[in-house]
């Protein structure tokens, strides 16, 4: 036999390119795309059949499988061009197989039951979300002999829906309602982003969207309380306290040049215990209001005069000194506080030149996250000031919050602390309960008094 140069040549080139494979079962359809394919040919015609679809610009090969078998699938795209080549397999129809695969396809869509009856496969079930149920639809119709009976239920969900959205954007009242297959949206949220993100989410679940809802910046109350503690009592009955407290107010924590900040349910509880014992006093507790994200500040002090050069004429400025603390809480979507603090001393002293003033300062910094109803506990500030300036520094001694412990006429020995408590929660809510157990406020207390010589019998 005799082969001819140009099939010769083209037998060389087919084996260079690779197979493509299609399994369909029969009477399913599969549709390819078609890309620069002018022509398309079966050779066996009895397994299956091949029709180039055109739609304005959109080509497609549509396959329909017709019977048991294997065939070849040849596309040309354009005179003298070599073909490729499709091995297409079809096997029986398998509704067990088909319901295996689907499930496959579909797996993580919540509502959904696949199973079969007699030879079809049956999808069923209320279905979450609008996406879902675009996709159970779209591998439905590409399988033979599947009955999609599944719905999608938009109210049945709304609850579980709401909640999902208030958790993320972190609010407390929004709700999603569902009408006429729209959902909308109702309840405040705490800035335009957090409005945008909960229609961007609610997409997710629902075609079309009606956002109403309302900006309303989150209002944060913080109560701040320096609390002077006596330290040598503790030390003498410390052993009946829980071990973080006692090693916290005793002296063992926050010493040495930088303030030790935490975050405690516990310290609040104990110190309105000792102050009922006249063991802690309050020196301060200024209550302060503030938007989510914003800062807050007290002062306690004064304000000194600066003259400063101007335009040929003398100005004078005032810088404050004394005691100045600034808190910037931040509720997060979790339930959580995340609180920054700075606490500043400063106290002027000679300057250096032309006699003006200069200000000794010390500042401390620190973020900490607690859960909603701690408080931020910072210890260790006295030693950290003692280190800074001279016990006895008149300037200091007369501000309130430091008077007891920097006045020239402070004569005592006796050991103490400085305890400052930030307590950051949502304004206008029902104050969350403690991260202790129930019941632990009152063993907390009990134990304080138990501690107290005039507790013990």
């Avoid at 620069?36 to 679809?53: C, F, I, Q």
């Avoid at 975050?263 to 209001?289: D, F, N, R, W």
């Avoid at 206008?428 to 403690?434: M, N, Q, S, W």
Wanted: aromatic share 4%; glycine share 8%; net charge neutral.
């Amino acid at each position: 036999m005799r082969i001819r140069p140009a099939f010769a040549a083209l037998l060389l080139v087919l084996p260079l390119l690779a197979d493509e494979s299609l399994q369909l079962a029969v009477g399913q359809q599969q549709v390819l795309p078609a890309g620069k394919v002018t022509r398309v040919s079966l050779a066996d015609p009895g397994v299956a059949e091949a029709t180039l679809v055109a739609e304005q610009s959109k080509r497609q090969i549509l396959v329909t499988a017709l019977k048991p078998g294997r065939t070849d699938l040849l596309l040309w795209e354009g005179e003298g061009a070599v073909p490729r080549r499709v091995v297409v397999s079809v096997a029986e129809f398998s509704p067990e197989r088909f319901a295996a695969e689907i499930q496959a396809l579909t797996a993580g869509i919540e509502g959904l039951l696949v199973h079969t009856v007699g030879d079809k496969v049956v999808l069923d079930g209320k279905l979450l979300t609008a996406r879902d149920k675009e996709r159970v639809d779209l591998i439905a119709k590409a399988y033979p002999q599947v009955l999609n009976l599944s719905t999608l239920d938009l109210e049945g969900h709304q609850d579980i829906v709401s909640e999902e959205i208030r958790h993320r954007v972190g609010s407390r009242d929004l709700v999603v309602q569902t009408a006429g297959g729209r959902a909308v949206l109702r309840g405040t949220v705490p800035t335009e982003a957090d409005k945008t993100a909960a229609a961007q989410m609610a997409q997710a679940y629902y075609k079309e969207i009606v956002n109403e809802l309302q900006v309303a910046p989150d209002m944060v109350e913080v109560e701040a309380t320096f609390a002077h503690i006596q330290a040598s009592d503790l030390k003498k009955e410390g052993q009946n306290l829980p071990a973080d407290l006692s090693a916290l107010l005793s002296g063992t924590a926050g010493t040495g040049q930088s303030p030790v900040y935490s975050a405690s349910a516990k310290v609040p509880l104990l110190i309105e215990a000792l102050k009922a014992q006249g063991k802690a006093t309050v020196l301060a507790a200024p209550h302060l209001s503030t938007v989510s994200g914003t800062e807050a500040s007290f002062h306690s002090g004064g304000e000194q005069g600066i003259r400063v050069s101007g335009t040929g004429v003398a100005d004078v400025k005032f810088k404050k000194y004394g005691l100045l603390l600034k808190v910037k809480p931040l509720l997060l979507s979790d339930g959580r506080v995340r609180t920054s603090l700075s606490i500043e001393v400063s106290a002027p002293v000679e300057g250096a030149a032309g006699g003006e003033p200069a200000f000794t300062t010390f500042t401390t910094e620190s973020e900490v996250v607690c859960a909603e109803g701690e408080a931020v506990v910072v210890s260790g500030l006295l030693e950290s000031l003692k280190s800074k300036f001279r016990e006895k520094t008149p300037i200091l001694g007369s501000i309130p919050v430091l008077k007891a412990f920097f006045s020239t006429e402070r004569e005592s020995t006796e050991e103490t602390r400085l305890i400052l408590v930030i307590l950051p929660r949502r304004a206008c809510a029902v104050p969350a309960p403690a991260s202790a157990a129930p019941g632990e406020r009152e063993k907390i207390l009990k134990d304080a008094v138990r501690a107290s010589p005039k507790g013990r019998a």
